[in-house]
């Protein structure tokens, strides 16, 4: 039986029943699923609660509206504790997967914490939530979702007919890749500052239109240049730069700041982003090249063999 904490923050009586319900709906599809309003109780160490629940779980469901972001992105109260156990978990054991975000509040943008931008999330904000989005969640969760089917044999072509394709050997050219760029602030997307007096308020998040969509790799990419950039100036701030679709988040800054320091930087990650991805899409195709090779010369061997086989001695 998989084992699921929900992190949630409390906003409301209403949240807090719709979050109770979400949580019996799982427990009566066969998921043990942990939750503060049923598991805690007066004189408990709540840290003690969330380290154990977030650490022992098989799964942690997170919860995405935007006051959670804004609990979670300045690590404030329960939330934002349970955002430093769950995203250390992620940076030590590299298990993505553990932490499936659930929208409850559209636009994604808005709700989702900085950590959590370009995951693959479950969109249950609707009421009543949509039954596609949450077989998708429960199928994730019990391990049956839809598998590929098989690859089918394919019959090897008449070689006296059949003409080989040129391939290139001339391994020194690199792979072609049209370089993504940042092409310009988003400014009807630009954030808000809190001012509330407390560390960080007068920060807000800043977007960042990309010249198109760019894959996985080219995100992971880019983020790992923002954070760690071969340049940068005492003003920089790593960790604040995420990509969802194709527009690049800097949540925890402020426009003046890109002006003055940041754009330089950012342009800096995407060209560093566009470099490994190159590097990176080079080798994969040289692995694919080699991997065909090598099974085409094991079927032309045993198809040569098989011919030397005979029954009608």
């Known amino acids: 039986m998989p084992t699921a904490f929900i992190s949630y923050s409390w906003e409301s009586d209403q949240h807090k029943a719709w979050v109770r319900d979400f949580a019996a709906r799982l427990r009566a599809d066969g998921i043990d699923v942990r939750l503060d309003q049923w598991d805690l109780v007066p004189g408990d160490q709540l840290p003690e609660f969330m380290e154990r629940a977030v650490r022992e779980s098989d799964f942690v469901l997170v919860v995405c509206t935007p006051r959670y972001r804004e609990k979670s992105d300045q690590r404030v109260g329960g939330v934002g504790y349970e955002g430093d156990i769950m995203s250390g978990e992620v940076f030590t054991d590299r298990n993505q997967r553990k932490f499936i975000p659930i929208l409850r509040e559209p636009?994604?943008?808005?709700?989702?914490?900085?950590?959590?931008?370009?995951?693959?999330?479950?969109?249950?904000?609707?009421?009543?939530?949509?039954?596609?989005?949450?077989?998708?969640?429960?199928?994730?969760?019990?391990?049956?979702?839809?598998?590929?089917?098989?690859?089918?044999?394919?019959?090897?072509?008449?070689?006296?007919?059949?003409?080989?394709?040129?391939?290139?050997?001339?391994?020194?050219?690199?792979?072609?890749?049209?370089?993504?760029?940042?092409?310009?602030?988003?400014?009807?997307?630009?954030?808000?500052?809190?001012?509330?007096?407390?560390?960080?308020?007068?920060?807000?998040?800043?977007?960042?239109?990309?010249?198109?969509?760019?894959?996985?790799?080219?995100?992971?990419?880019?983020?790992?240049?923002?954070?760690?950039?071969?340049?940068?100036?005492?003003?920089?701030?790593?960790?604040?730069?995420?990509?969802?679709?194709?527009?690049?988040?800097?949540?925890?800054?402020?426009?003046?700041?890109?002006?003055?320091?940041?754009?330089?930087?950012?342009?800096?990650?995407?060209?560093?982003?566009?470099?490994k991805y190159s590097e990176y899409n080079n080798r994969v195709k040289v692995e694919e090249e080699r991997e065909a090779k090598r099974i085409a010369n094991h079927k032309r061997d045993v198809e040569e063999q098989a011919k030397r086989i005979k029954f009608d001695d």
């Open 107 to 275: 636009p994604w943008p808005s709700s989702a914490p900085t950590w959590l931008l370009s995951k693959y999330y479950v969109d249950l904000s609707q009421s009543p939530f949509s039954e596609s989005q949450y077989q998708d969640l429960l199928n994730t969760i019990l391990g049956t979702r839809p598998l590929a089917p098989p690859i089918g044999n394919v019959s090897p072509p008449d070689r006296r007919q059949t003409k080989p394709i040129p391939r290139s050997t001339d391994r020194t050219q690199p792979e072609q890749f049209d370089p993504i760029k940042v092409s310009g602030v988003i400014l009807d997307q630009i954030g808000t500052p809190r001012r509330d007096g407390t560390p960080g308020s007068a920060l807000y998040r800043v977007p960042f239109r990309l010249s198109r969509r760019p894959t996985e790799q080219w995100t992971k990419f880019f983020v790992d240049s923002w954070d760690y950039p071969p340049r940068f100036t005492t003003m920089h701030r790593p960790g604040i730069a995420a990509v969802a679709g194709d527009t690049v988040i800097l949540d925890g800054t402020t426009v003046e700041e890109v002006q003055n320091y940041h754009r330089d930087t950012l342009i800096l990650a995407a060209e560093e982003a566009n470099r």
